[in-house]
């Protein structure tokens, strides 16, 4: 994903500043950011984590090549640092990870080293701690546009028993050009993101209870007599966040999570190239994820309101269970599990051609599907590959559940081995296209993706049948007769065939549904049939 993420500060002394952030390298290192580590230069041993080799990138420098890396940096001067601004050392190369599969750097500083991005990140620090900050000051916002990017930042407080008001000011910004990917990766980011917020909190209130415990601030600014604020705390205006959390290797974990987070959401969403008119599938998907997008903007919007009602009354940062940590684990994440069943073929073999053919036979007809399981993993598999011979629309799916759920909710419906189920009675022979299914299943010399296209081609040929017959008996209103000929011209008069239609009528999208309708209702479809 083509994007950086940063850790960013408002500083009593400084106002809002960049602390940390990571960014996406597709090219070979620039120079002076890593490209001259070699053996004998001090390099941390890598370790390997989820095919992402982690490296810390620490070498010497000569007080020269420090010199020459401090001129020539887009960031601000030391005598504009103050301890609360700083979060590596000087002369600090930063972190690097090495993303094997896919040749991707990720690299880690506390600026970025081009100026161009330097100015986007500076600019998107600013606007998330001043003008654009959600009601109560603490939570997720959307901002940017063209030209600067685009911004998902989340504002939060951390616990300082030295800072005015006992606490100071963060946020987490992403920041990428394509606002529509940023859009649709929102409910991921939001989580991951609060789930680190929730980590740096949680160290954070620790070592504030720990010194509130030790020398209580609050009695002792009341007992003081009045003098300016700064000189009150001896000089201690700015306190480093290692020094807030109380953990030496915060930034080494941060790098960490961050490249994780980089990478983990460009592989959530791909794009495909698509030539021609969209299919069913192409439109119902469509239609979904913009009504996600309406939940998630209502969510986001009540969200905010219960979040300043609660500011109001003076919130307490959430503390993150001690086994779920993000940071402490240094962003360690396990890959994804293998998927049991890895296509149709496969789960054919596995359970054998007469019962996949009763099986298939019940998703293609639009019968509930009950799958009853110890591994909620393997049901979830199992479900993944069978969804594949539906339409998009037609897929309902309950992957896990501890009761049973009712057919109109659900046509795929995953259950413990001890729940309670109504019976199904199993019979017919099957619809055309089941045949024409297992023959290319059984054919060895078509791979697993010739087909898989074979199955989409399938699915498109019955979804334009569905198209005539929803015109045909639902818009233009022809008798049964007429039906029962359309049928036998589409080649689907049987039994089966006739419920697979209706069944598959389901899964139509809404924009062709509108488009018929809205035809049906134009002067040229009033004109009378010859």
């Known amino acids: 994903m083509n994007a950086i993420v940063a850790l960013c500060h408002f500083c009593e002394l400084h106002g809002p500043r960049t602390l940390f952030c990571t960014e996406v390298l597709h090219a070979p290192l620039p120079q002076g950011a890593g490209s001259r580590d070699g053996p004998g230069r001090g390099e941390h041993a890598e370790e390997e984590e989820g095919g992402i080799q982690m490296s810390s990138r620490l070498r010497a420098h000569s007080p020269a090549e420090g010199a020459s890396a401090e001129s020539s940096s887009p960031g601000p001067k030391k005598s504009d640092m103050c301890e609360g601004c700083r979060s590596l050392a000087a002369g600090h190369p930063g972190y690097i990870s090495h993303d094997k599969e896919t040749s991707i750097k990720y690299v880690s500083h506390q600026h970025p080293n081009h100026p161009q991005l330097f100015s986007i990140v500076r600019q998107a620090c600013v606007r998330s701690l001043s003008c654009e900050v959600c009601p109560g000051r603490e939570g997720p916002i959307f901002f940017g546009d063209e030209q600067h990017g685009f911004v998902f930042s989340h504002t939060f407080f951390i616990k300082d028993s030295l800072a005015r008001g006992f606490q100071r000011w963060y946020s987490i910004i992403a920041i990428m050009m394509d606002r529509i990917y940023l859009i649709n990766s929102w409910p991921f980011l939001l989580g991951k993101i609060r789930g680190i917020i929730d980590e740096l909190q949680g160290k954070a209130l620790k070592v504030f209870e720990a010194e509130q415990f030790g020398c209580p601030q609050r009695a002792q600014r009341m007992n003081t007599a009045f003098t300016p604020f700064l000189h009150q705390r001896n000089g201690n205006a700015a306190r480093s966040l290692t020094s807030l959390t109380n953990d030496d290797s915060l930034w080494a974990c941060l790098h960490t999570s961050f490249a994780w987070l980089l990478k983990a959401c460009g592989s959530r969403l791909t794009e495909k190239l698509l030539e021609g008119a969209p299919t069913e599938d192409t439109l119902v998907q469509m239609e979904q994820l913009a009504d996600l997008e309406e939940e998630s903007e209502s969510w986001g919007s009540s969200e905010a309101g219960e979040e300043e009602k609660e500011g109001a009354e003076g919130r307490e940062p959430t503390k993150c269970p001690a086994d779920s940590s993000l940071l402490s684990d240094c962003g360690n994440w396990q890959p994804r599990k293998l998927s049991v069943f890895k296509s149709l073929r496969h789960m054919r073999q596995v359970l054998g051609a007469p019962s996949f053919r009763t099986l298939a036979w019940h998703v293609l007809m639009g019968n509930q599907v009950i799958w009853k399981s110890r591994d909620a993993d393997l049901v979830h598999s199992a479900f993944e590959v069978l969804r594949t011979m539906l339409p998009v629309g037609c897929v309902r ?122 035809t049906v209702r134009s002067p040229m479809a009033s004109e009378p049939r010859s």
Not at 409 to 436: E, Y
Not at 487 to 514: H, P, Q, R
Request: with cysteine; hydrophobic share 40%.
């Open 397 to 518: 799916v309950i992957p896990y559940s501890s009761q049973y759920e009712e057919a109109y909710r659900c046509n795929f419906l995953g259950l413990g081995p001890h729940v309670q189920i109504p019976p199904h009675v199993l019979a017919s022979a099957g619809p055309t296209i089941l045949s024409k299914v297992e023959a290319a299943l059984t054919n060895q010399n078509l791979s697993v993706d010739v087909v898989d296209q074979c199955l989409v081609c399938l699915k498109e040929e019955w979804m334009n049948k569905v198209k005539v017959l929803f015109k045909f008996t639902k818009v233009d209103s022809r008798p049964k007769e007429d039906t029962q000929k359309l049928l036998s011209i589409l080649g689907a008069s049987e039994e089966d065939n006739v419920k697979l239609l209706k069944f598959w009528m389901t899964g139509l999208s809404k924009t062709y549904k509108s488009h018929l309708l809205s």
